[in-house]
């Protein structure tokens, strides 16, 4: 194996750490890929991949992204994020083709991958115990752990990422018990990192696994189902602190007077929901451009207020003003920063590229729960991290890198 193919696949095994490390690290490791990969076209004269049909839909996703980055409000700070990203899509390309032609061990990635979130793991279960990890560090949230990100609250996302992928990599039987164990001490730990929308995006994921994945038996699947219950329940019960956070997003708002839609409106989330509106609405077609919401929400911000106050009666509370680095939802970030025809044209690459050609060929399970986990980053309501933001960008285009890999003989 030649020296490029040799740091290829050790970025790989080691790229959980990069993450962890932070998003220097991760860009990083990246760009690494990216150099070689521009490196191996330089000495092929040729540019590789450029006959899949991946390539076509990221060179036109690429180009669309930095089109919107030039009639932006802040050219400069979106043609930032932009002008970098394509080096996601060269990452999914490399890796596509380095796993499909059997060039890294998958059994060794997925144990190495493992081995690292296990460590995260239980440096998660030891700070909800102790108040700080084995690195002595105190979480900045009273109920949010974030184990070994330190000062980042995603580990409850990282390993959302990474779970359902390692398993397919590690455990090749359909084990019930392994199964069984295996997600419930994942559900316990995602709870701990009190994330309130990865841990719901995990069982969505979960009971698709269980359901429409594996080949456990009904009444297993039943039994499944109610130890998922009872460990949820148990788990609620047993932390008063994060009992409080889960249920509090139940009811959003302050004020027990409101209907649902209204008391949502008027949280925080909620604030950012009614700040990317009129955003759109005075940005029509194409927004007002990536990474700018945060340079112009405060335009909204007193607009944002008074329309709170119009459907609560609780005067002496205050009200979020909208404002934020994101909307922290998808929905809301596409619309407010690509318009109608930004977003049309962001979901249409999206079906291009996840669904158009989903029956053409035979899924295997890693290809399933993969496009389950991309199926979580549009659901409407939960909230999310910025899409294009390097953290929540890794962790997409990781899994999408496994929906569409092609993995034989294994």
């Known amino acids: 194996m030649n020296s490029t193919n040799v740091i290829l696949k050790y970025v790989l095994y080691f790229f959980p750490i990069f993450i962890i490390i932070g998003n220097a690290a991760i860009n990083s490791s990246i760009i690494i890929v990216s150099l070689l990969y521009f490196f191996n076209c330089f000495l092929e004269k040729k540019i590789l991949f450029l006959e899949t049909k991946e390539f076509k839909f990221f060179l036109y996703l690429y180009l669309y992204l930095l089109l919107n980055s030039l009639l932006s409000e802040d050219i400069k700070s979106s043609l930032i994020r932009i002008v970098p990203y394509f080096k996601f899509f060269i990452f999914i390309l ?36 102790f108040s700080h990890n084995l690195l002595n560090y105190t979480s900045p949230s009273e109920v949010r752990n974030s184990g070994l990100f330190m000062d ?27 199964l069984i164990l295996f997600f419930t001490f994942f559900i316990i730990v995602i709870f701990l990192t009190g994330e309130r ?33 009872s460990v949820i329940i148990l788990l609620m019960n047993s932390f008063g602190d994060f009992k409080n956070r889960y249920f509090s997003s139940i009811s959003f708002s302050s004020s027990k007077n409101l209907n649902y839609i209204n008391s949502y409106l008027t949280s925080e989330y909620g604030s950012h929901t009614i700040s990317a509106f009129y955003m ?13 919401f945060r340079r112009e929400c405060s ?5 944002v207020i008074q329309f709170q106050k119009k459907i609560d009666s609780n005067k ?33 690459l999206f079906y291009q ?27 409407p309501i939960l909230p999310s991290g910025s899409f294009f933001s390097t953290l929540t960008s890794t962790f997409f285009w990781i899994n999408y890198l496994f929906y569409i890999v092609t993995i034989k003989n294994r």
């Open 94 to 129: 490399v890796y596509r083709n380095f796993i499909e032609t059997k060039k890294i061990d998958l059994k060794k990635l997925g144990l190495i991958w493992f081995l690292i979130i296990i460590g995260l793991s239980i440096d998660i279960i030891y700070q909800s115990i």
């Open 353 to 379: 590229l996840i669904f158009k050609n989903y029956c053409k060929k035979r899924r295997s399970k890693l290809n399933l729960v993969c496009l389950l986990y991309l199926l979580t980053y549009f659901i």
């Open 197 to 229: 929308s990865n841990f719901l995006k995990y069982i969505f994921i979960l009971i698709g696994v269980y359901y429409f994945i594996s080949k456990i038996n009904f009444l297993n699947k039943i039994l499944s189902l109610f130890t998922l219950i």
């Open 299 to 303: 335009k909204y911000s007193d607009k």
């Open 280 to 292: 759109f609405k005075d940005n029509l077609f194409f927004g007002v451009g990536n990474k700018n």
């Open 316 to 348: 002496n509370r205050n009200y979020a003003s909208g404002c934020s680095n994101h909307p922290h939802q998808i929905y809301n970030e596409l619309l407010s920063e690509h318009g109608l025809i930004g977003s049309f044209i962001i979901f249409f």
């Open 152 to 178: 980042e609250l995603v580990a409850g996302g990282f390993l959302l990422a990474f779970v359902f992928i390692i398993y397919n990599l590690t455990i090749k039987n359909n084990n019930n018990l392994k």
